[in-house]
Every structure is written in C-alpha cells, then in structure tokens.
C-alpha cells in the first residue's frame, strides 16, 4: 500500500478513537453548580488553575493525548487556553495552518454541554503555523456566566441602583464583583447591568449532583472507535504500526469506580502528584 494512503488511514483511525473517547467523557462530566462558581469567579490564569473543574479538564485532555492545557489568560468573559504536546499536530504535520479543530470542538462541548455556557472558540495560534504552541480563545455568553456568577445580594444592589437608591458601604465588596463583570461602573448601572435586569436572569440555580451515567454506554462507544482504529491498522498489512492497547482514555475506567465528580477530581489530582514525584 502507498506510504501516503497509509498514513491517512492511520490518522482517520487515530481521529476516530480520539473523537470517540472525547464523546465518552462529555457524556459523563455534568459539573456540580459549586465547581463550576469557583472557576469562574478566578480573577487571574493562577487561581483558574488551582480549581478543580481546571485539574479535571487537564487531566481528560491528558488522558485523549489532546496535551497539556494550561491557562494564558483569563477575564470575567473570555479564557484563553494554551496547549502543548498535543498529539493533534503532529497527525497533521504535514498541514501548513491552524490544524487543531478537535481540540477547539472539544472546549466548546464541554462549556456547552457540561457547564451550561454558550461559547465561541476560536484556535488563535497552532504548532503548524509556526507556533510552540496552540492556544484558544473561548469567549463566553454573558448571561450564561452571570447566571452563576451573581449571587442574591448581588441582585439587591442592582435592583437598589435601578431604583436611584445608594448602596451601603458595607457592600463595597460587591460592588467591586458587579463592576469587574461589567454591570456597574462609578456606582451605577451600566448598559448591561440594566439588560440582565430585563433579561431576569436568576441569581440562585439548583445544586448539580448528578450521578455519572452508566459505563456500559461509555465502554461500548469506547471499544467501538479502539477496535475501528485496529481494524485499519491491520488492513495495511503492518506499514502502519497497530495501536497500543494502553492508549485508551484511562478515564473512563476511573469514572466507573467514582461516585462523584469531586471524588473523580481528587483521584486525578493524587495521580498528578504522584507524577511529579
């Protein structure tokens, strides 16, 4: 077989497992209410870190060989993410652009579907423009992140703005939270702090506790996508190398013996320390 059409089903198989395992794990990650505050409250690229909804986006996308996601920026709407060592470059090494559009469709079903928050990603820089790096911008729905973010108290002032009341200076604190998002500035409600009052958007929102779906649905998808990468590895009657059973997401394994998000998150974190030992 010609070294160039081997190469292609190599990849397509390599995408298909990929993809499949990138299914898998969106279907299993609905993110508690709690998890998901604290990570966007974060006010700098240090403290976005630290979170856990951050440690287990790392670690899945460590886990898929999507590579190792960092945070390069970060404000009350935007987060731009950098990710090195992916493995998606290099199965298109041979494109000249941005290449990465896995990676970037990944981000968006995860916001999307996982946290409940509309989104635009866009891949800015990639490893095959020229790049060491690539990196994405996700540009946040406000009103999806204010649904989260803004607490009831937070809802009074506004409401106390609205109606040309003054604020007490024990509420400086808030105030600050309200002008960081944009709804106040100087003390008054901005354009946008009237539209989310229009909007009704409410401040409280049901805890998210869900169990985790059952592992069967996830295992089959799984082992679909690895034995469709195998069977074209095999078709090219070993020009391509097969693909090494212990590439499958680990992930998926470690879900099904996890009873919550925050136990999950904690297992990974442990791993990742005793890594870096």
């Not at 500035?185 to 946008?192: A, E, H, M, Q, Y």
């Not at 649905?217 to 034995?227: F, H, P, R």
Request: charged letters at 35%.
């Amino acid at each position: 077989m010609p070294e160039g059409i081997a190469k292609i089903i190599y990849v397509f198989g390599e995408l298909t497992k990929m993809e499949a395992a990138i299914s898998t794990v969106i279907a299993k990650s609905k993110v508690p209410t709690k998890d998901i505050k604290a990570f966007l409250k974060t006010e700098n690229r240090v403290q976005l870190e630290r979170t856990p909804l951050f440690q287990y986006i790392k670690s899945f996308f460590k886990d898929i060989e999507l590579g190792d996601l960092r945070c390069v920026a970060v404000s009350p709407f935007e987060i731009v993410f950098g990710v090195y060592n992916s493995k998606i470059p290099r199965l298109f090494s041979d494109v000249r652009g941005k290449t990465c559009y896995i990676t970037a469709d990944t981000l968006k079903m995860f916001f999307e579907r996982d946290m409940d928050i509309l989104v635009d990603v866009e891949e800015t820089q990639c490893v095959n423009s020229g790049a060491d790096h690539c990196e994405f911008r996700v540009r946040m729905n406000p009103p999806d992140v204010l649904k989260y973010v803004i607490e009831e108290e937070d809802q009074r002032i506004l409401e106390v703005l609205k109606s040309g009341g003054e604020v007490d200076s024990s509420d400086e604190y808030r105030l600050r939270t309200l002008s960081r998002y944009g709804l106040v500035k100087d003390g008054r409600l901005t354009i946008l702090g009237e539209k989310y009052l229009e909007l009704g958007v409410s401040p409280t929102m049901a805890e998210i506790d869900r169990p985790w779906k059952k592992l069967s649905e996830i295992s089959e998808v799984t082992a679909s996508a690895k034995s469709f990468a195998e069977a074209f590895s095999r078709s090219v009657d070993g020009e391509v190398e097969e693909i090494d059973e212990d590439l499958l997401i680990n992930i998926v394994e470690e879900t099904e013996k996890s009873k919550s998000f925050a136990e999950l998150v904690a297992k990974f974190m442990k791993k990742e320390v005793k890594d870096d030992e």
